[in-house]
């Protein structure tokens, strides 16, 4: 059974930082492709970077220069450095880890004060 769970999540004023954390379990984590998601009040859930098993990298222009998506195989691990964060970038962010199948954590809130 694939688990997936979110932290790093908070309340940050506008300029500031926060590296978001997705702990996987469940299933061969080198194997799958990863990816990150947000979702804020009145919208749609949103890409916000993807991590493919081989290392290959895309973000959404809205991010692109300001956020880094990376991996740890050998902790199951998917992160997201989140730096110059903008208003903007409240949402609750998402997890994603793609098997066969999808599988998403229950999501950790960002919040960013202007």
């Known amino acids: 059974q694939v688990q997936l769970v979110e932290s790093g999540g908070g309340l940050v004023q506008a300029g500031g930082s926060l590296r978001l954390s997705c702990a996987a379990s469940?299933?061969?984590?080198?194997?799958?492709?990863m990816a990150w998601y947000r979702q804020a009040p009145g919208k749609q859930r949103e890409l916000v970077a993807a991590i493919s098993r081989g290392g290959n990298t895309n973000y959404a222009d809205s991010v692109k220069g300001r956020f880094t998506i990376s991996r740890d195989n050998a902790k199951n691990t998917l992160y997201l450095q989140m730096n110059s964060l903008k208003p903007e970038d409240t949402a609750v962010y998402y997890c994603?880890?793609?098997?066969?199948?999808?599988?998403w954590g229950h999501g950790t809130q960002v919040t960013v004060s202007s």
């Open positions: 469940g299933s061969t984590f080198r194997l799958n492709n």
């Open positions: 994603k880890l793609t098997a066969p199948g999808s599988y």
